[in-house]
Nanobody, 125 residues
Framework: VQLQASGGGLVQAGGSLRLSCAAS????????IGWFRQAPGKERDFVRR????????RYADSVKGRFTITRDNTKNTVNLQMNSLKPEDTAVYYC???????????????????WGQGTQVTVSS
C-alpha cells in the first residue's frame, strides 16, 4: 500500500490543522494506521493510531485531548485533527500502516511496514 500525507502548514499557537493520509494500491481495511512526528534533531515519535476495522484508537500523552484521529470510509483516508497546537508540536508528520492487527507495539516505528512521505507542521509562538 502507498501512503500520501497532506495538510501540513504554518499555524499560530492555539490554532488547528487537519492532516490526511490517503492510501493507494489497497484499502485500509486490513491495517492499523499510525501518525508519527519528527522534530529537528529528535527521534520520530508516536502520535496517534487507529485500527481501521473497529475504529479503536490510541494516543501519546503529549497530544491527549488535543489531537483526534478518524477514518473516512468513503475516501479511504485517515485524518488527524490537531487542535490547540503548541510550538513544541512543530515537526514533520508521517502516516504509516501496519498489518499487525491488535499489536501492543503500536507506538514503535518498527511495527509499521508502509510510510508516507511526511508533511511539515510549523507552529509559531
Amino acid at each position: 500500500v502507498q501512503l500520501q500525507a497532506s495538510g501540513g502548514g504554518l499555524v499560530q499557537a492555539g490554532g488547528s490543522l487537519r492532516l490526511s493520509c490517503a492510501a493507494s494500491g489497497r484499502t485500509f481495511s486490513s491495517y492499523e494506521i499510525g501518525w508519527f512526528r519528527q522534530a529537528p534533531g529528535k527521534e520520530r515519535d508516536f502520535v496517534r493510531r487507529i485500527r481501521w476495522s473497529d475504529g479503536d484508537t490510541r494516543y501519546a500523552d503529549s497530544v491527549k485531548g488535543r489531537f483526534t484521529i478518524t477514518r473516512d470510509n468513503t475516501k479511504n483516508t485517515v485524518n488527524l485533527q490537531m487542535n490547540s497546537l503548541k510550538p513544541e508540536d512543530t515537526a514533520v508528520y508521517y502516516c504509516a500502516a501496519t498489518s499487525r492487527l491488535r499489536t501492543t507495539a503500536y507506538y514503535r516505528e518498527g511495527t509499521y511496514d508502509y510510510w508516507g512521505q511526511g508533511t511539515q507542521v510549523t507552529v509559531s509562538s
